[in-house]
């Protein structure tokens, strides 16, 4: 993708933020306003925009300090969602360049959402992102719905995942994600509400991301991150604060490739009796036996079959 390699006025760096016509590219001294030279594009791709936060860059400074984009490295990986709204069916790239994409879901306001956590790990799998899981608000635990959280937390510990209990109000859980994000680039990915400006406000308290509130009536937040931004962490590593999610519309996936993302899946498919079984309506599946006899989560396979037919239909209406 380069046509040019780094020169005597040219830099590399990464694009930490965009605000839509201009992207601040961090260098190793600096922070660089930076724009896109007119015709340049990635060739022929179907996005929203051709950089996006987290890209690798090359740079031409210019003779007033902003940088003109002269080339995007290819990218290691991305995390992205079906665009919704009117682009629908293209492509919306949150950011690229990612080592961990975290999940964070909370107890209340809003309640967990086990089939958003589905999704994304699908996503992520399908481009080897590693994935963790945060229920956060763990302070507003009571006894009525305790189970349900000591539950889901079984349920991605089990499938390997690792999954914090954390607090953005009491601190708790807060050590483990520092020594997590540490050296790492990470994304933080989740619904609007759950917490993800707030607990990032804890482990970097100079980043002073503003926190939304979250409606009573509705149980949900508001937007108040409207796009990705990449922090530098003073301990090492970026971490980027992304808009709240309402949905995640997978894109990229065929159908008959879903099953390979659910982990506890692939010892039993592949004794199905035919080959390319989708462990739905087929006979003889032993995917559906062993969600039966318990060996998979029921809701996991709920979660799965959801999925399966929002592909098949192209993910007209997108899942929650
Ligand atoms: N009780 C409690 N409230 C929290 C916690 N974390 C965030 N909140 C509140 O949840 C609301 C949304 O937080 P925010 O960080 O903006 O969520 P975001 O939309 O995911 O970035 C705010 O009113 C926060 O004060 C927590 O751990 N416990
Ligand atoms: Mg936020
Ligand atoms: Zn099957």
Redesign the pocket.
């Known amino acids: 993708m380069s046509d040019s390699t780094p020169g005597g006025n040219e830099e590399s760096g990464v694009v930490i933020r965009s605000t839509g016509s201009w992207y601040d590219v961090k260098t190793a001294d600096d922070i660089i306003s930076s724009r896109i030279r007119g015709k340049f594009r990635l060739g022929g791709s179907d996005q929203t925009s051709p950089v996006v936060v987290g890209d690798r860059v090359d740079i031409r400074l210019e003779p007033d300090g902003t940088g003109l984009i002269v080339s995007i490295h290819d990218r290691l990986n991305r995390i992205v969602r079906r665009a919704a709204g009117r682009k629908v069916g293209r492509e919306h790239i949150i950011m690229a360049n990612v080592d961990v994409a975290w999940i964070?879901q909370?107890v209340?306001?809003p309640k967990i959402n086990p089939g958003f956590i589905d999704r994304v790990i699908v996503m992520a799998s399908l481009y080897d992102i590693d994935v963790g899981i945060i229920i956060?608000?763990?302070?507003?635990i009571e006894d009525e719905f305790e189970d349900a959280i000591v539950y889901w937390t079984e349920v991605y510990r089990a499938l390997g995942y690792s999954v914090l209990s954390?607090?953005?109000?009491?601190g708790e859980g807060l050590g483990v994600l520092t020594s997590a994000l540490k050296d790492k680039t990470s994304a933080i990915l989740?619904?609007?509400?759950?917490?993800?400006?707030?607990?990032l406000?804890v482990i970097e308290p100079d980043l002073n991301?503003?926190?939304?509130?979250?409606s009573m009536r509705t149980g949900k937040?508001?937007?108040?991150?409207t796009s990705s931004t990449l922090y530098p962490l003073s301990s090492g590593g970026f971490v980027a604060?992304t808009p709240?999610l309402r949905e995640f519309g997978l894109i990229d996936l065929e159908p008959d490739m879903l099953s390979h993302y659910f982990v506890e899946f692939d010892r039993f498919a592949e004794y199905c009796h035919y080959p390319n079984c989708t462990h739905d309506h087929e006979p003889e599946c032993r995917v559906k036996e062993a969600v039966e006899s318990h060996a998979i989560y029921p809701e996991r396979y709920e979660s799965y079959l959801n999925m399966l037919y929002s592909l098949r239909q192209g993910e007209k209406d997108v899942g929650r």
Do not use: E, F, I, R
């Open positions: 964070v909370s209340l306001y956060n608000k763990n302070d507003l954390t607090s953005a109000l009491t989740g619904p609007s509400g759950v917490g993800k400006s707030s607990l406000n991301l503003v926190v939304g509130d979250v937040g508001t937007h108040t991150t604060d709240g």
